[in-house]
DNA sequence: CTGTTAGCGCATTCAT
DNA sequence: ATGAATGCGCTAACAG
């Protein structure tokens, strides 16, 4: 039924080994033996069994690439640029071997979603991994993760992380890329403070999340040098940063429902940070909904600089993080065509993009 | 080295073949030799080998998503949930076989990419393959998938489409799932039309996607079910609807910078319309740029509903399609969890959603 | 319900 | 530079 190597070898009147040679271009093969060769793959529209060639050589052509949400173009952009450093080089054929399949899986943010990709990768026997966007804070999971991890290091898996912290001990991991989000946030306030702001609420990702942790660290820490958290607490003795602080998950619902919390329990607030753009975008909504303008009324500000913020109105003071180049990088040291950074960990700068969204407080 | 699956059964005192009738669970196997099996797996840290698997079974649990653009939630939307129905449950163990590995691979939008990633799927004996999004109308690229799809049909392989329009011969094609893109496209203009528009600029996507043609299809009809679009040739002949239509890319800049040169064309225009949200969004900041106001002086339209939509300044008239539904089903059809519809094909409808950024023009 | 046997299709020794 | 032989780890008959 379905035509086999050894079909091929029938029509090109060589050996099965020899067809394999040519197929793997990993040995010298006579240069008119080879287009006999090829050309009887091409008259058989033969297509080499994957599964089988992975069970003989004890690799597969496969690379995973995790996010945590394949709907938030943050992922997207990482994604699609690691996927064409590594895949397809585009000809349309790929009868041969040595092309890798890039694929792309959507854990939704559930520590179990990634542990059974990975599982499913490994089953798959990977020839690498790549893992995108923050970590979850959880010490088991992070143990759990770190297990996974290093068996599939073990079998040889590569294992890239993009905007992601690197493990404690990480071994395991061939390389980490990790986005400086402590610096942006950190910037991303020091410039409301220096407009003028004092009462600054913020909108945080989940609670338990890397990237909620060290974005809110750095405004905190920009806060705190200004002197704006330190005894500024209310009369129920709730800490101010307490107070101008709301978690959710990063999409805009959750900045809108947060930002119209933060001004009823702050009506004083007059800049609003997002913890992404997502949020920042649902956060002005709401602060529009109130009937206050920005950013006459209320600054806002975003995290990532993704492609449509430069097109809110007024358009969105936010930190700009090289996604695209981050994932292209990420998707070369998967495949091995880049080497890793010096003690296998880069810090990617985050860079201020200020905006109309973001002015001075009234008065 | 590596453990297997003889490394197992030895543990648990059984054959390989018990071991992996427990592991496929499709065969009947006592309890109590189950559990032993179960804890031998365990004790092990046994992982499956898939290669091994799928040769010996002749099929893969692999099942490929093919996208357009993995930046764009329009895209991302329909994987993510195609990718739930189909995948992981979520226990975090996976050990057992039965699961499928939902991957979603990038196009790009090229054609040869297409063509290369259905190899790498047919090579891998993919259970089943998703296709997303639009066709490109190119005969030759048509053919060359038609004869793709039908060898990995033959292979056992499962197609389904999803948003994009049936096969003429689609026998290979398990299930279509196609937009009323013709009928959205038609009922917004016709919205804008019975708001007193007679001049609507249309900012089309690639002109050789089926996308395309349908939306602006709808677009024409309803203008010349008006009587919009005849007896309105300019000075130098060119007809009506060539002067009001630019085609670019479904991205924000394309629809910002056919949006100037529409204006530019055309000054007399009152509405413009996007072939989808993001166009939409890149010709909002075009209006703007030219100091109009939105809907005042100028109604902007869009398509898709994607998530942004309802935050923009004003809030975006546009067609809402069912993206996350579609993709569930595509799902579930690609898992033969949902028989597919009379004939193999479902229209979708698409929802006009009529916001603020549309109003009566002036005067 | 469980064990035995025989490949699945290919990559890779080792020869030649 | 090419051919012959072996085994990768597992599933699927077939017995029992």
């Known amino acids: 039924m379905t035509v086999t190597l050894a079909d091929v070898a029938a029509r090109a009147r060589v050996s099965p080994a020899t067809v394999s040679r040519v197929l793997n271009g990993n040995y010298p093969v006579a240069a008119t033996t080879r287009d006999r060769v090829l050309r ?25 690439i995790l996010v945590n949400d394949i709907a938030d173009p943050f992922f997207g952009i990482m994604a699609g640029a690691a996927q064409s450093e590594i895949g397809v080089p585009g000809d349309g054929s790929a009868r041969a071997g040595g092309e890798k399949l890039a694929v792309v899986c959507n854990t939704g943010g559930s520590p179990e979603r990634e542990l059974t990709y990975l599982t499913l990768l490994q089953r798959q026997r990977a020839a690498a991994v790549v893992l995108t966007g923050g970590a979850l804070e959880d010490p088991r999971h992070q143990a759990a ?27 395991a991991v061939t390389a980490a890329l990790t986005f400086d989000n402590r610096g942006g946030g950190r910037r991303l306030t020091e410039h409301l403070i220096s407009l003028g702001h004092r009462r600054i609420g913020y909108v945080a990702g989940p609670q338990e999340r890397t990237t909620t942790r060290h974005r809110l660290e750095g405004h905190r820490a920009a806060m705190r040098a200004a002197g704006l958290l330190d005894g500024d607490g209310s009369a129920d003795g709730t800490p101010a940063e307490d107070r101008l602080t709301v978690y959710g998950p990063y999409d805009r619902r959750s900045g809108y429902e947060a930002t119209l919390e933060l001004l009823r329990r702050e009506p004083g607030v007059t800049a609003v940070v997002g913890a992404n753009d997502s949020v920042a975008l649902g956060a002005s909504a709401a602060v529009r909904e109130q009937g206050l303008r920005i950013p006459e009324d209320v600054s806002v500000a975003g995290f990532d600089d993704l492609p449509f913020s430069v097109d809110t109105v007024p358009a969105l003071t936010t930190v700009r993080l090289p996604l695209h180049e981050a994932g292209a990088r990420a998707g070369r040291l998967a495949m091995g065509t880049e080497n890793p950074p010096p003690g296998g960990i880069a810090t990617i700068a985050a860079e201020l993009m200020v905006r109309g969204s973001t002015a001075p407080p009234r008065g």
């Open 40 to 64: 009887a793959v091409d008259d058989l529209d033969y297509v080499l069994n994957g599964p089988a060639s992975s069970l003989a050589a004890a690799t597969s052509d496969l690379v995973g």
């Open 145 to 171: 993760m770190a297990a996974k991890l290093g068996r599939l290091a073990d079998a040889g898996t590569r294992i890239v992380f993009c905007g992601r912290p690197p493990l404690p001990e990480n071994d």
